[in-house]
């Protein structure tokens, strides 16, 4: 009997209470990057993803998180934390910028909305300054940052950790 | 003064050490998949990532991983893992598998070289019977589990948070 044994379409863990994690994201160029958020965030419990603009999705990405993920798209994203913030959510920002807590140190609160940029310009002054928090993944070489799809879901997963039953 | 500020091209973390860390992918049936990874390894300071069959890269999305990164080759990986675990590697698969440890609570050894399966069929059996360990990330939904590049990325960062210098 060997030590292990692939088990293909294993069922997913329970959560005990649903995911409070949202995802935001400013426009993004790339409907691949917003697909794979949203498969990660499915992926993860994660309920809800927050596109700016266009919330065009590739299926072949995306795969079941189009179907388990409420994707909702809005013109501007910061109309959106504001009232976000008036539901009690955290806004943590995940960028390179001063002020930031590393992701190794970072306690999430529950109802915490993750705010992601776009792939070129990240997150910008407007949306820098409405943030409770910003977080970064610490980054020991070239390139200096992960792809922004990458890191939302390093985000997402270090925030799961945290709360491994939601 | 605002609170955030987005640092562009802020320099990395400098490791105390080299990174001991390697990557091993068995056949990726996509070169964008393995660009992914070696831009996340390239980032996360880990200098060599060992490819089976084709080790094309696309370098708009290995980015400077492409240079940072020693991509090397082989036909089969079970030689190269023997031959790394001879060399005092511990083999540890990313895989949902029997006996495995979730990702949340397994500890890493620095001298870790991290298997990753084919896009489809995951890791097979000549490669998970050689391995010391399988690892798996948790999931909460739909899809059951996330791309093998997103997943590489979040274990090679599981594997930082725990040697944040090296």
Redesign the interface.
């Known amino acids: 009997m060997?030590?292990?044994?692939?088990?293909?379409?294993?069922?997913?863990?329970?959560?005990e209470r649903p995911?409070e994690l949202l995802v935001a994201c400013a426009p993004l160029r790339s409907s691949i990057n917003l697909s794979?958020i949203v498969?990660?965030a499915?992926?993860?419990?994660v309920t809800k993803v927050i596109a700016t603009g266009s919330a065009k999705l590739d299926r072949n990405?995306a795969?079941?998180?189009a179907?388990?993920v409420e994707l909702v798209a809005h013109r501007t994203l910061p109309p959106v934390l504001k009232k976000l913030r008036t539901d009690g959510y955290r806004l943590v920002?995940l960028?390179?910028?001063?002020?930031?807590h590393s992701l190794?140190d970072y306690k999430f609160v529950g109802r915490s909305c993750l705010v992601v940029g776009n792939e070129r310009t990240?997150?910008?002054?407007d949306l820098?300054?409405l943030?409770d928090d910003?977080v970064e993944?610490?980054?020991?070489?070239?390139?200096?940052?992960?792809?922004v799809?990458?890191a939302t879901?390093?985000a997402i997963?270090?925030y799961?950790?945290q709360f491994?039953s939601?």
């Open positions: 060997p030590d292990f044994i692939h088990e293909r379409h294993k069922p997913p863990t329970v959560l995911r794979r498969r990660a499915g992926c993860s419990g990405i795969r079941d998180g179907d388990a920002g960028e390179q910028a001063t002020n930031s190794y990240g997150l910008t002054d820098l300054e943030l910003v993944i610490p980054s020991y070489g070239m390139p200096y940052s992960h792809n799809a990458t879901a390093i997963y270090e799961c950790r491994p939601g």
